[in-house]
């Protein structure tokens, strides 16, 4: 394996997209597990946007008629939430809304495997942001993705980043979409570009809905920057990162997992762009 | 526009109201939005009730039996659990339990406004609580109140109190139960009587569940105070309020809507009828 | 009634019950409620376990086969995932997996006590924990156990601990599995032998979840300790008791059941094993 050329980040750049979800408001609707449901909620409020959650067939239609942008993701998928899924993912793709696919499990299961396939068979996915477990599980089964070559490792480190995003441009490039991939170090690539982000803190994966909550703000952030879908994901990422990184420099002796479920939200609520611009470890990937 | 007229208001029997709660400890079953439904549950036990969830068809009938008081919050709803609230409004009509509505996001989907309009015409709501774009829906949805005359603002200000508390009162005699109205400014009226409160932070608004919390709150109220149920109403909110006050000036630089979240069930918890007595902003509206 | 006759436990070997959990990380698949599955999800990963929750029935087979154990929780339970809990827990038995059953509710409602006794006919299941109200009804209600002769009192005290004991080491005989009873004192039994554990704090009961992330926590207890069920579920109780005690001396002033939840779930976090050994306090009753 080659190292990875990299090259610097525009970090204000970053800010910007930052403060165009607060200064919009994009309401995003949410078809969602419900481990972690309220979590997404209070952290589309904290990031500036505004939630609505509705899964039920003959109402996701209406819901979603009145968002800017939606989010699927397929934690404690059933079956009638998967028919809510279908009819919000058409009626979004009809109107052009972008929408956030965080496949959940995917790999694990039979049912979320097709279901993830599915999704991005039928919709207009705009961001697909999952694990590299389950983006793996993602590019193996969606038919337009079928027989990828690329075999990445499941953790993106300093020795596969090349390759890591390579195979990130390649799986974007094929599912026609900004192709997110999440751990110690986050990949973001479209067909021609991918990014690095070196932000968050190991203790974001003793709480559960670190990743949930990140699509949810992913969806407030693609809403409210239609213009670069890449960036504002990039902006997503970097920032629940930088915030979790403030929370853990909370945590005193007796703090855990509780505590900084807690800071987490209250970071993000405080995070400006000034800050995201500043505090972003971001760099290109050749 | 013609200002309103307003008096002051007995205090101390909000103390009482919010004390009878703490020495009857009444058990509500709540059929509410898996998004906010930890929250509900856990202000219920703050303010001195007990929460049973259940939404299940084949099971509400046996548990609503067992409580005093229902609280249906159609967030989140779907078919099966709209057949649950159906079976459990049955019995809780039965029985002379109280029922309180929250019609989350009527007016939002066709399917939530159905549901509420349903609900309100065949079970005896005591009291129905939401905004007002939601409380607007209600009151041009369900058939006893279609062609509804008054058309207030969509928030209550002091510019259009009196009409807005007119519209409450009219609303309130047609539907024949206690019609809340909350914002930045509460209203709280039946067919004879109308308040206002004044208690409340903003960044209520930046939490997802301070209204279905609010809901589940005014459950316990109304259930403890069968003898007035326009007071315990007026109580649930002030105190509700109150708390959020008493929240917010905790707030340290760091803190954000998680630690918010947090601080508001912690003065739920501690808030005393004194304090409710001595804190609540309500007025009379003639 | 006669005091019952108790003998110091082996504190130690708790601890290392503790320790396994966190050098094995089990994977544990959870089916339960709505209202407090982020609490037993954060409640798992806190423990040193992994959670995975999935209740759909064409999901649930997959699922828990790349789990080691599974928690089956009957509140908010329904048709469909009552269906997934019966197809989740013929594949754990095929696997060997251990199954921790939560009787939420049991006595409360026909479909509950029903259900909790279909599972335990039709399942190996390994542990149930309840309150007394929910073991008597369970006690009652399987068929393998209709016709119990015991009938404790609801809350165990020292007076009628003997007693107690005796009822949870004949259900646990005729039930083949290890029976947990909590409350202020908590019994854990098995054919031959009964605890009694004695932490635990009152403000437990003021916030909705205590007994539900138990039975979470209990999941990845007996799974990382197949050689010893029996002790394993003293360890998680003796634990979260202990846990609880160390969250309520951290309460200030203006704390109440919102601060509670998080320092729970932070002291349950920084449990070692040696805090364990040192603060349980339990002893064997004959």
């Known amino acids: 394996m080659t190292m990875a050329e990299t090259t610097n980040f525009d970090a204000p750049a970053l800010g910007e997209r930052a403060a165009r979800v607060r200064a919009t408001v994009p309401l995003v609707h949410c078809i969602t597990n419900y ?62 809304h972008p929408i956030v696919l965080d496949p959940v499990g995917a790999g694990a299961s039979r049912l979320r495997t097709e279901a993830a396939a599915n ?37 993106v480190t300093d020795e596969n980043l090349a390759s890591s995003c390579a195979f990130a441009r390649n799986l974007a490039e094929k599912l026609g979409c900004v ?14 570009r991918s990014a690095a982000i070196r932000n968050g803190h190991p203790i974001m994966g003793k709480m559960t809905g670190s990743g949930c909550m990140l699509s949810a703000v992913s969806g407030a952030y693609v809403t409210a920057n239609p213009d670069d879908t890449f960036m504002a994901e990039v902006a997503a990422i970097a920032g629940e990162g930088l915030a979790g990184e403030v929370a853990a420099s909370r945590m005193g002796e007796l703090d855990g997992n509780g505590s900084f479920r807690t800071y987490l939200l209250d970071a993000l609520y405080n995070l400006s762009a000034e800050q995201l611009a500043g505090g972003a470890r971001v760099e290109w990937v050749a």
Do not use: Q
């Open 35 to 96: 481990v972690t449901v309220n979590d997404c909620a209070n952290a589309l409020l904290a990031c500036g946007g505004s939630p609505i959650m509705s899964d039920e067939p003959e109402d996701v239609a209406d819901i979603t008629s009145i968002c800017g942008g939606l989010v699927l993701n397929i934690g404690t998928l059933n079956r009638r939430s998967l028919e809510g899924m279908a009819v919000a993912g058409v009626r979004a793709t009809e109107l052009g």
């Open 119 to 155: 999704i991005l068979d039928t919709m207009a996915v705009t961001v697909v942001r999952g694990n590299m477990s389950e983006i793996k599980a993602v590019a193996g089964a969606a038919s337009s993705t079928r027989g990828v070559d690329v075999d990445p490792a499941d953790v």
């Open 179 to 192: 192709v997110a991939i999440t751990g110690v170090i986050d990949v973001v690539a479209d067909a021609g």
